[in-house]
């Protein structure tokens, strides 16, 4: 099992910055893409961004420019930089990875959430 924790959220006035991380940990085999998702209230969850192992990144339109993703190997760490934030960036943001001994037998799993409110 992989325990993902996600931390950095908080409450942020349009314009602002805030960064998100998240650490893996427990029983980590290699951990492919990593992700973060994000469910604005009363909507679907949504993806925001994701990186490969390679640091190869894709971003959802609604914040590229504006939202940057970075990952230690290393420490098993994935980052999310957020810039210029709106209010519809306002939303419960989780984060995500894929872990296991290969790609094809990895197992997916999600962080507990942390809040970010762009509100004035």
């Known amino acids: 099992q992989v325990q993902l924790v996600e931390s950095g959220g908080g409450l942020v006035q349009p314009g602002g910055s805030l960064t998100l991380s998240c650490a893996a940990s427990?029983?980590?085999?290699?951990?492919?893409?990593m992700g973060w998702y994000r469910q604005p209230p009363g909507k679907q969850r949504e993806l925001v961004a994701s990186?490969?192992?390679?640091?190869?990144?894709n971003y959802a339109d609604s914040v590229k420019g504006r939202f940057t993703t970075s990952r230690d190997n290393a420490k098993n760490m994935v980052y999310l930089q957020m810039n210029s934030l709106k209010p519809a960036d306002t939303a419960v943001y989780y984060c995500?990875?894929?872990?296991?001994?290969?790609?094809?037998?990895?197992?997916?799993?999600w962080g507990q959430g942390t809040q970010v409110t762009v509100s004035s």
């Open positions: 995500n990875a894929d872990s296991g001994p290969t790609m094809s037998t990895a197992t997916n799993y």
């Open positions: 990186i490969t192992r390679g640091s190869r990144t």
């Open positions: 427990g029983s980590i085999f290699t951990i492919y893409t």
